[in-house]
């Protein structure tokens, strides 16, 4: 009789675990097709990788934070310092990849800054070989090479060479240049005595995406113009979906683009803009509705100066010279340049030009504002079609090419930083464009190190 009883309360608790299960599936599929879901522009190719990874992305870093702002507490970017804190490593630990076992993975510190370095393993004793400086991405607000692990290891893996990923100071609280700085530090520092750590310093790139890309660039403008330094000169550079000037809000990407993306927006970028340029944090959706409509640059600047001539859009490639239609992108008053009046800056705006007006047109900031871009190593530069980013890269390419710069651009049709795609999700995920994005680095870096 007991055993009876007890077969028949284990069945009912199987009964309800099959129930709970038999309800939570459709609940969270809802969940993911009422929230999660974000259209994509037509030509995005991979469309279900690419929709699963916005999805994550609506969910994990969108949603909480548009719930907190229809609550009155805030929105994305009053989380910033939050985001910094929550995303701390755990420094007693190894980096993730330790246990792979493919490659010898530390963390350590060089001048002064925590860095990861990834090492083929069976290197004789005093055997030097190429290496690759790694510069991560996050909006230099967010992020650190620890999060980027898994995405810093397959490129250290399929290149075989000494990797070292960058942890740098991030804004807020150290806008530039304090990233810059940070950054140049470790890479003068390798360059100089990359020999302890079994480098040829004479075979040394740096890489980095989004916000990485543009530090990357920016390191490697300011190394090129120190010809008395004495210090071997970078053997080429890669750059991924790189943010290159924050002058001008309203190319045909940003247009076109929009904030139709959840990974990466127009204003969303623009508010990393914001917070790097040393804004107040408090203040900084109000700089974003300035900025989003080129009202912190005078008419003068935008149009009619040298500046101008850099981020001209008849520079680009034929077929994005104009924004292209969007069907998901919500149409924005002024959104286009084409026949705009041009409307004086009001005192308020002209207030925040006078404050970054020096800023906007230095190229550790901006690097595609450089006057001169003779020097620089060779370069490949990978750029996705739907992307606010892609025309920065593609202006950089240009003036790249006149500089007598050995250029490589690969154009994906994907989304920003879908090689993270990669190293984030199971191999069954990995998103098409992602998989071709990291190839395409690959190959670059063993061709060119």
């Known amino acids: 009789m007991n055993n009876s009883r007890r077969n028949g309360k284990t069945s009912n608790r199987k009964n309800t675990v099959l129930r709970a299960v038999v309800i939570a599936i459709p609940a969270v599929v809802a969940l993911f097709a009422i929230f999660g879901y974000s259209p994509l522009a037509d030509g995005m190719e991979d469309r279900y990788r690419a929709m699963l990874h916005m999805a994550v992305d609506n969910l994990i870093n969108q949603l909480p934070y548009k719930i907190t702002d229809a609550l009155g507490y805030g929105a994305y970017f009053d989380f910033i310092r939050f985001m910094q804190r929550r995303s701390q490593p755990d420094l ?7 246990a792979y076992g493919d490659l010898s993975v530390t963390r350590t510190g060089l001048a002064g800054r925590t860095v990861i370095i990834y090492k083929p393993k069976g290197l004789t004793k005093g055997e030097l070989i190429p290496a690759l400086i790694y510069l991560h991405g996050g909006g230099w607000a967010l992020k650190n090479p620890d999060w980027y692990d898994s995405s810093v290891y397959p490129i ?29 530090d470790v890479v003068r520092h390798v360059l100089k005595h990359g020999k302890t750590l079994g480098i ?16 990357a660039a920016a390191v490697a403008l300011r190394l090129s113009s120190e010809k008395s330094s004495g210090l071997p000169a970078l053997k080429f550079q890669v750059l991924l979906w790189p943010p290159l000037q924050a002058m001008d809000f309203k190319t045909p990407s940003y247009t076109e683009t929009g904030d139709s993306m959840s990974v990466l927006g127009r204003h969303k970028m623009v508010g990393y803009w914001a917070l790097y340029l040393g804004l107040e944090p408090a203040k900084v959706y109000d700089y974003i509705n300035v900025m989003v409509q080129n009202r912190h640059v005078t008419p003068q600047v935008l149009r009619h100066s040298k500046y101008a001539e850099y981020i001209d859009v008849q520079k680009l490639p034929v077929k994005f010279r104009k924004p292209r239609k969007n069907p998901m992108r919500a149409e924005v ?5 084409t026949n705009e009046p041009e409307r004086k800056l009001s005192s308020k705006e002209l207030q925040l030009f006078n404050r970054i007006k020096h800023h906007l047109t230095n190229p550790l900031l901006s690097p595609l504002m450089a006057p001169d871009l003779g020097g620089l190593p060779s370069t490949l530069i990978v750029l996705s079609e739907f992307d606010v980013l892609r025309d920065d890269g593609l202006l950089y390419a240009h003036r790249l090419r006149q500089a007598g710069v050995p250029i490589q651009v690969y154009i994906g049709r994907g989304f920003h930083g879908d090689f993270h795609t990669y190293g984030l999700f199971p191999e069954l995920l990995h998103s098409r464009t992602g998989q071709m994005s990291v190839q395409s680095v690959c190959s670059y870096i063993t061709r060119e190190a």
């Open 92 to 98: 007693s630990s190894p980096p993730g990849s330790a």
């Open 156 to 184: 250290a893996n399929c290149t075989r060479k000494i990797t070292i990923s960058v942890d740098y100071r991030l804004s807020p609280g150290h806008p530039f240049p304090a990233p810059v700085n940070d950054c140049l």
């Open 333 to 337: 008053k002024g959104d286009s340049t």
């Open 200 to 215: 040829d310093v004479s075979r040394v790139g740096i890489a980095g995406d989004d916000a990485g890309g543009n530090l």
